[in-house]
């Protein structure tokens, strides 16, 4: 049997490495995906402006906060959806309302008194010019794109109608017949506009 000849390997050097390190470049990877911009799907800027000067900084909903938050959120009256809208009127002064936080939070919530106030409108019904809205402080009024308001009657008969629900006269939820809250347990039957008495407090 043919044995193979040995062959001697030179030895290394000190301090040489066996292999050739290359360092690496963050991103250069594969996997690695540059970060994608966020979309914007609320108003412009120059809308906020509008819905600013007609709240004067305070929330147009006033059902948590009386009126006396600061407006941070712009509250759409015809939802965008899930995947967002293409509808040019979404993010037009008449389609949002200048909302603090809570009340935002309150229309979400409670649709049925969300819809029977106008600070939400069924996509496809109408256009938000022609709804009247419930505005803490006006009233009930139509909001136009450049950010004026008209008052209104929600009973024209020439304007969409808006849906009849009770409130609750201490936190704004819905109520259905003559039934305790079931948001803040307070006692009491009331239609919109009404104003409770110290009795019925829930505290």
């Known amino acids: 049997m043919k044995r193979?000849?040995?062959?001697?390997?030179?030895?290394?050097?000190?301090?040489?490495?066996?292999?050739?390190?290359?360092?690496?470049?963050?991103?250069?990877?594969?996997?690695?995906?540059?970060?994608?911009?966020r979309r914007r799907t609320g108003p412009p800027a120059d809308v906020m402006a509008l819905l600013a000067q007609r709240s004067g900084g305070l929330c147009e909903i006033g059902m948590v906060c009386l009126g006396n938050a600061p407006a941070v959120d712009p509250s759409h009256r015809i939802a965008k959806g899930m995947g967002g809208t293409k509808d040019p009127r979404s993010n037009t002064a008449a389609n949002n309302l200048h909302a603090c936080r809570a009340d935002h939070d309150l229309v979400e919530r409670d649709p049925a008194a969300?819809?029977?106030?106008?600070?939400?409108?069924?996509?496809?019904?109408?256009?938000?010019?022609?709804?009247?809205?419930?505005?803490?402080?006006?009233?009930?009024?139509?909001?136009?794109?450049?950010?004026?308001?008209?008052?209104?009657d929600p009973a024209r008969e020439d304007l969409p109608v808006v849906e009849s629900v009770a409130l609750c006269l201490w936190c704004g939820q819905s109520v259905r017949g003559a039934t305790d809250c079931t948001q803040c347990g307070a006692a009491q039957t009331a239609d919109i506009g009404g104003s409770p008495s110290d009795l019925d407090a829930p505290f």
Do not use: C
């Open 114 to 152: 969300a819809y029977a106030n106008g600070w939400k409108i069924r996509r496809g019904v109408a256009d938000p010019t022609q709804v009247p809205v419930r505005h803490w402080v006006h009233g009930w009024i139509l909001l136009a794109e450049d950010g004026t308001w008209t008052s209104a």
């Open 4 to 37: 193979s000849e040995i062959r001697r390997v030179k030895p290394m050097k000190s301090g040489t490495s066996q292999l050739k390190r290359t360092p690496f470049k963050q991103g250069s990877g594969k996997a690695v995906r540059k970060a994608s911009k």
